[in-house]
T-cell receptor, first 114, second 112 residues
Framework: EADIYQTPRYLVIGTGKKITLECSQTMGHDKMYWYQQDPGMELHLIHYSYGVNSTEKGDLSSESTVSRIRTEHFPLTLESARPSHTSQYLC?????????????FGQGTRLTVV | SQELEQSPQSLIVQEGKNLTINCTSSKTLYGLYWYKQKYGEGLIFLMMLQKGGEEKSHEKITAKLDEKKQQSSLHITASQPSHAGIYLCGAARMDSSYKLIFGSGTRLLVRP
Protein backbone atom coordinates (compact mmCIF):
# COMPACT_ATOMS: atom_id res chain seq x y z
CA GLU A 1 0.00 0.00 0.00
CA ALA A 2 1.28 3.46 -0.94
CA ASP A 3 2.46 5.68 1.91
CA ILE A 4 1.51 9.04 0.53
CA TYR A 5 -1.00 11.23 2.27
CA GLN A 6 -2.91 14.33 1.38
CA THR A 7 -4.77 16.63 3.71
CA PRO A 8 -7.37 17.87 3.82
CA ARG A 9 -9.48 15.44 1.88
CA TYR A 10 -12.14 18.05 1.22
CA LEU A 11 -11.96 21.84 1.60
CA VAL A 12 -14.60 24.49 1.06
CA ILE A 13 -13.24 27.98 1.41
CA GLY A 14 -14.19 31.55 0.62
CA THR A 15 -12.73 33.66 -2.16
CA GLY A 16 -9.55 35.50 -1.25
CA LYS A 17 -8.42 33.11 1.46
CA LYS A 18 -4.92 31.66 1.56
CA ILE A 19 -4.81 27.88 1.57
CA THR A 20 -2.15 25.19 1.77
CA LEU A 21 -2.72 21.66 0.57
CA GLU A 22 -0.49 19.18 2.32
CA CYS A 23 1.23 16.17 0.76
CA SER A 24 3.58 13.83 2.59
CA GLN A 25 5.22 10.55 1.64
CA THR A 26 7.22 8.16 3.76
CA MET A 27 8.85 6.20 0.95
CA GLY A 28 11.90 8.45 0.56
CA HIS A 29 11.00 9.23 -3.05
CA ASP A 30 12.92 11.99 -4.78
CA LYS A 31 10.31 12.94 -7.36
CA MET A 32 7.01 14.47 -6.35
CA TYR A 33 4.18 15.82 -8.46
CA TRP A 34 1.03 17.89 -8.18
CA TYR A 35 -1.76 17.31 -10.67
CA GLN A 36 -5.00 19.20 -11.14
CA GLN A 37 -8.01 17.22 -12.26
CA ASP A 38 -11.34 18.72 -13.24
CA PRO A 39 -14.54 16.67 -13.51
CA GLY A 40 -13.70 15.98 -17.16
CA MET A 41 -11.09 13.61 -15.67
CA GLU A 42 -7.93 14.67 -17.51
CA LEU A 43 -4.92 15.07 -15.20
CA HIS A 44 -2.76 18.15 -15.74
CA LEU A 45 0.71 18.39 -14.23
CA ILE A 46 1.02 21.73 -12.42
CA HIS A 47 4.17 21.28 -10.33
CA TYR A 48 7.09 18.92 -10.24
CA SER A 49 10.04 18.38 -7.92
CA TYR A 50 13.22 16.41 -8.52
CA GLY A 51 14.26 16.62 -4.88
CA VAL A 52 14.87 18.98 -2.00
CA ASN A 53 15.00 22.64 -3.08
CA SER A 54 14.14 21.68 -6.66
CA THR A 55 10.73 22.64 -8.08
CA GLU A 56 9.43 23.30 -11.57
CA LYS A 57 6.22 24.42 -13.16
CA GLY A 58 4.25 21.78 -14.99
CA ASP A 59 2.36 21.87 -18.25
CA LEU A 60 -0.70 23.67 -16.96
CA SER A 61 -0.18 27.21 -15.78
CA SER A 62 -1.20 27.51 -12.17
CA GLU A 63 -1.33 30.41 -9.73
CA SER A 64 -0.32 28.04 -6.97
CA THR A 65 3.20 27.72 -5.58
CA VAL A 66 5.05 24.78 -4.05
CA SER A 67 8.04 24.22 -1.83
CA ARG A 68 10.28 21.22 -1.15
CA ILE A 69 12.26 21.85 2.00
CA ARG A 70 12.16 18.21 3.10
CA THR A 71 12.14 15.08 0.96
CA GLU A 72 8.90 13.82 2.41
CA HIS A 73 6.88 17.02 2.23
CA PHE A 74 5.57 18.88 -0.85
CA PRO A 75 2.91 21.43 0.09
CA LEU A 76 0.95 23.46 -2.45
CA THR A 77 -0.16 27.00 -1.60
CA LEU A 78 -2.73 29.34 -3.08
CA GLU A 79 -2.22 32.87 -1.79
CA SER A 80 -5.69 34.04 -2.75
CA ALA A 81 -8.23 31.40 -3.66
CA ARG A 82 -10.73 32.04 -6.45
CA PRO A 83 -13.69 30.03 -7.74
CA SER A 84 -11.61 29.12 -10.81
CA HIS A 85 -9.34 27.16 -8.48
CA THR A 86 -12.15 24.75 -7.68
CA SER A 87 -10.87 21.33 -8.69
CA GLN A 88 -9.37 18.10 -7.41
CA TYR A 89 -5.66 18.23 -6.61
CA LEU A 90 -3.66 15.01 -6.66
CA CYS A 91 -0.19 14.55 -5.25
CA UNK A 92 2.12 11.75 -6.35
CA UNK A 93 5.66 10.56 -5.76
CA UNK A 94 8.08 8.21 -7.48
CA UNK A 95 11.54 6.84 -6.91
CA UNK A 96 14.08 9.09 -8.59
CA UNK A 97 16.37 6.18 -9.34
CA UNK A 98 15.22 5.76 -12.90
CA UNK A 99 12.59 6.35 -15.53
CA UNK A 100 10.76 3.08 -15.16
CA UNK A 101 9.24 3.40 -11.74
CA UNK A 102 5.58 3.85 -11.10
CA UNK A 103 4.18 6.83 -9.27
CA UNK A 104 2.12 6.45 -6.12
CA PHE A 105 -0.83 8.75 -5.62
CA GLY A 106 -2.49 10.26 -2.61
CA GLN A 107 -6.26 10.22 -2.22
CA GLY A 108 -6.56 13.78 -3.47
CA THR A 109 -7.91 17.03 -2.09
CA ARG A 110 -11.19 18.24 -3.49
CA LEU A 111 -11.15 22.03 -3.26
CA THR A 112 -14.23 24.19 -3.63
CA VAL A 113 -13.87 27.96 -3.57
CA VAL A 114 -17.11 29.82 -3.01
CA SER B 1 -1.41 19.33 -26.94
CA GLN B 2 -2.34 15.93 -25.62
CA GLU B 3 0.66 13.61 -25.95
CA LEU B 4 -1.22 10.47 -24.99
CA GLU B 5 -4.52 9.80 -26.72
CA GLN B 6 -6.97 7.38 -25.11
CA SER B 7 -10.00 5.77 -26.65
CA PRO B 8 -12.80 5.39 -26.11
CA GLN B 9 -13.54 8.33 -23.86
CA SER B 10 -16.28 6.38 -22.13
CA LEU B 11 -17.56 2.84 -22.24
CA ILE B 12 -20.66 1.11 -20.91
CA VAL B 13 -20.68 -2.67 -21.00
CA GLN B 14 -22.87 -5.43 -19.66
CA GLU B 15 -21.38 -7.52 -16.87
CA GLY B 16 -19.52 -10.50 -18.28
CA LYS B 17 -18.52 -8.80 -21.53
CA ASN B 18 -14.96 -8.22 -22.65
CA LEU B 19 -13.65 -4.77 -23.42
CA THR B 20 -10.52 -3.01 -24.68
CA ILE B 21 -9.14 0.45 -23.99
CA ASN B 22 -6.44 1.96 -26.16
CA CYS B 23 -3.65 4.43 -25.53
CA THR B 24 -1.61 5.95 -28.36
CA SER B 25 1.45 8.15 -28.40
CA SER B 26 2.97 9.99 -31.35
CA LYS B 27 6.41 9.30 -29.88
CA THR B 28 8.21 6.19 -28.75
CA LEU B 29 7.67 5.63 -25.06
CA TYR B 30 10.22 4.73 -22.43
CA GLY B 31 7.55 3.01 -20.43
CA LEU B 32 3.79 2.93 -20.28
CA TYR B 33 1.73 2.81 -17.09
CA TRP B 34 -1.87 1.92 -16.53
CA TYR B 35 -3.78 3.30 -13.57
CA LYS B 36 -7.33 2.98 -12.33
CA GLN B 37 -9.16 5.70 -10.50
CA LYS B 38 -12.32 5.34 -8.49
CA TYR B 39 -14.49 8.42 -8.86
CA GLY B 40 -13.14 11.29 -6.77
CA GLU B 41 -10.18 9.36 -5.43
CA GLY B 42 -6.51 8.87 -6.13
CA LEU B 43 -4.98 6.65 -8.78
CA ILE B 44 -4.20 3.01 -8.20
CA PHE B 45 -1.27 1.54 -10.14
CA LEU B 46 -2.21 -1.45 -12.30
CA MET B 47 0.72 -2.30 -14.56
CA MET B 48 3.85 -0.99 -16.17
CA LEU B 49 5.11 -2.03 -19.61
CA GLN B 50 8.62 -1.30 -20.77
CA LYS B 51 9.61 -3.51 -23.66
CA GLY B 52 8.18 -3.59 -27.16
CA GLY B 53 5.76 -6.47 -27.48
CA GLU B 54 5.49 -6.89 -23.72
CA GLU B 55 2.28 -8.23 -22.23
CA LYS B 56 1.29 -8.41 -18.57
CA SER B 57 -1.75 -9.78 -16.83
CA HIS B 58 -3.25 -9.35 -13.41
CA GLU B 59 -6.42 -11.24 -12.62
CA LYS B 60 -8.75 -10.43 -15.52
CA ILE B 61 -6.83 -7.44 -16.83
CA THR B 62 -4.22 -7.76 -19.58
CA ALA B 63 -2.10 -4.93 -20.93
CA LYS B 64 0.06 -4.97 -24.04
CA LEU B 65 2.63 -2.63 -25.52
CA ASP B 66 3.22 -2.79 -29.26
CA GLU B 67 6.60 -3.46 -30.82
CA LYS B 68 7.14 0.19 -31.70
CA LYS B 69 6.30 1.20 -28.11
CA GLN B 70 3.78 3.78 -29.29
CA GLN B 71 0.51 2.05 -28.57
CA SER B 72 -0.84 0.10 -25.62
CA SER B 73 -4.11 -1.68 -25.02
CA LEU B 74 -5.81 -2.70 -21.79
CA HIS B 75 -8.15 -5.65 -22.07
CA ILE B 76 -10.63 -6.73 -19.42
CA THR B 77 -12.09 -10.21 -19.69
CA ALA B 78 -15.53 -11.01 -18.29
CA SER B 79 -16.05 -7.56 -16.81
CA GLN B 80 -17.56 -7.09 -13.36
CA PRO B 81 -19.11 -4.06 -11.64
CA SER B 82 -15.93 -3.81 -9.56
CA HIS B 83 -14.03 -2.93 -12.75
CA ALA B 84 -15.94 0.33 -13.06
CA GLY B 85 -13.89 3.49 -12.81
CA ILE B 86 -11.61 5.67 -14.85
CA TYR B 87 -8.64 4.05 -16.54
CA LEU B 88 -5.67 6.24 -17.34
CA CYS B 89 -2.52 5.52 -19.24
CA GLY B 90 0.61 7.39 -18.26
CA ALA B 91 4.13 7.73 -19.56
CA ALA B 92 7.36 9.48 -18.69
CA ARG B 93 7.95 12.36 -21.06
CA MET B 94 10.97 11.71 -23.22
CA ASP B 95 13.00 14.74 -22.30
CA SER B 96 15.48 15.32 -19.51
CA SER B 97 12.70 15.82 -16.99
CA TYR B 98 10.99 12.41 -17.36
CA LYS B 99 7.85 14.06 -16.08
CA LEU B 100 4.92 11.70 -15.76
CA ILE B 101 2.03 12.66 -18.03
CA PHE B 102 -1.37 11.07 -18.57
CA GLY B 103 -3.95 10.44 -21.23
CA SER B 104 -7.42 11.89 -20.89
CA GLY B 105 -8.83 8.71 -19.37
CA THR B 106 -11.56 6.22 -20.20
CA ARG B 107 -14.63 6.15 -18.01
CA LEU B 108 -15.90 2.57 -17.65
CA LEU B 109 -19.31 1.61 -16.38
CA VAL B 110 -20.26 -2.05 -16.01
CA ARG B 111 -23.98 -2.79 -15.81
CA PRO B 112 -24.98 -5.73 -13.58
Amino acid sequence: EADIYQTPRYLVIGTGKKITLECSQTMGHDKMYWYQQDPGMELHLIHYSYGVNSTEKGDLSSESTVSRIRTEHFPLTLESARPSHTSQYLCASSDGGGVHTEAFFGQGTRLTVV
Amino acid sequence: SQELEQSPQSLIVQEGKNLTINCTSSKTLYGLYWYKQKYGEGLIFLMMLQKGGEEKSHEKITAKLDEKKQQSSLHITASQPSHAGIYLCGAARMDSSYKLIFGSGTRLLVRP
